[in-house]
């Protein structure tokens, strides 16, 4: 399915449930959890052949 990406990072894992309510109440399909680390901008440890895990 083709469509808008949109990715949240957060420091503290307490507000990933607040993420995850607030784009559902927005429209979101597929919701997607990974864990890694953003260096200037970019996601330096993204494995694009890992698995997703795929919040239902």
Known sequence: M???LVAVAFDDAG???QAVDLLRRLGAVQ???ARG???EG???DFDASSPPDILH
């Open 42 to 44: 970019d996601w330096a």
């Open 2 to 4: 083709a469509g808008m």
């Open 15 to 17: 507000q990933e449930s």
């Open 37 to 39: 680390n953003i260096v």
């Open 31 to 33: 919701i997607e959890r």
